[in-house]
């Protein structure tokens, strides 16, 4: 009787003031995009731009453009017929046009700079994070030399064995000329081949 109640409320669908209303959404695919009022863009293309405009408003090429703009726009409001003028002496439209082009020159100038900013941070980063590794490798490199020649220092070196042989003949030839026997196998009194303690 259990199963049965079960599956009479399974299929009554659910229960509470807030899971009728509350629409099913599945995990495993993303969300439908919603509408923004705002138009919507790329950042990174947006940055792209404002990089390239910033590139090209700091070089000499624009300042030479805008000069020729000005002095034409300049000669053709004082030289050109009086209904041909579109802008009259005091050049109130030009103050504008170039109050408009500094006003839209500037933040892009900011935003090329914050985005230099955000790729020197992380050049910042990854030269640190390489010199301490270069600084890690070259303690772990001294350490190691510093083995190897304390291990060196036990070795017996080829002039160390060299100075050793010859204290040892000298020690030799200084016991025959005192009389002492040297090898005692080379005494007449022993039969060949045995040792002194061979007995």
């Known amino acids: 009787m ?78 050109a017929p009086g209904d041909l003028r579109f802008d009259n002496y005091p050049f109130i439209f030009l103050t504008l046009m170039l109050s408009l082009q500094a006003s839209y020159a500037a933040p892009l100038i900011l935003l090329a700079q914050n985005r230099q900013d955000d790729r020197d941070r992380v050049n910042l980063e990854q030269d640190r994070k390489q010199n301490e590794r270069s600084i890690a490798d070259t303690e ?3 350490r190691e030399i510093a083995a190897l020649r304390i291990g060196l220092g036990e070795v017996a070196t080829r002039d160390w064995i060299r100075s050793e042989l010859q204290d040892l003949m000298k020690e030799l030839e200084a016991r025959q000329h005192d009389g002492h026997v040297v090898f005692p196998a080379e005494r007449s009194d022993r039969p060949p081949g045995r040792d002194v303690d061979d007995r």
């Open 2 to 79: 259990v199963p049965e109640r079960e599956t009479s409320a399974r299929e009554r669908g659910p229960a509470g003031a807030t899971a009728a209303t509350r629409p099913r959404t599945r995990l495993d695919q993303p969300r439908a995009p919603r509408r923004r009022l705002l138009p919507e863009w790329d950042p990174e293309a947006f940055g792209r731009l404002s990089e390239r405009i910033a590139r090209f408003l700091g070089t000499g090429r624009f300042i030479v453009w805008m000069t020729v703009v000005i002095i034409a726009w300049v000669l053709w409001n004082i030289f």
């Open 140 to 142: 772990y490199l001294t």
